[in-house]
């Protein structure tokens, strides 16, 4: 069975930092697409960062910058390190994996059970 277990999220002043990280059990990391995806109220859910078979594949526009997606293939565990935060960075934000053509959240079989972040002063 595939766990994907978030941890990180808090709340933290705009130009801040925090890790995100999706322990994966069951699943290797290297394999298809893992990634990371947010979804804010009232929003669509929209990807954030990927890897695909464990290189780098996509960050959106948005992040770009500011925002590292890594993995730590012995821990079976991706990270995302967000930087230079901002309010409009404030979501839920999902660990997403098993996807093939990674593009759409629609493909991705797995999921984790989110992590809140929220950017404000």
Do not use: H, N
């Not at 995100?20 to 697409?33: D, F, M, N, Q, V």
């Not at 954030?48 to 993995?71: C, E, N, P």
């Not at 230079?84 to 759409?104: F, I, V």
Request: glycine letters at 12%; one cysteine or more; hydrophobic letters at 30%.
């Amino acid at each position: 069975e595939v766990q994907l277990v978030e941890s990180g999220g808090g709340l933290v002043e705009p130009g801040g930092s925090l890790r995100l990280s999706c322990a994966a059990s069951g699943y290797t990391p290297r394999r298809g697409c893992i990634g990371w995806f947010r979804q804010a109220p009232g929003k669509e859910r929209e990807g954030v960062a990927r890897l695909r078979s464990g290189v780098f594949d996509f960050y959106a526009d948005s992040v770009k910058g500011r925002f590292t997606i890594s993995q730590d293939i012995a821990k079976s565990t991706v990270y995302l390190q967000m930087d230079s935060l901002k309010p409009e960075d404030t979501a839920m934000y999902y660990c997403a994996a098993g996807s093939t053509t990674c593009a759409l959240w629609s493909e991705y079989p797995y999921w984790g059970q989110g992590t809140q972040v929220t950017v404000s002063s």
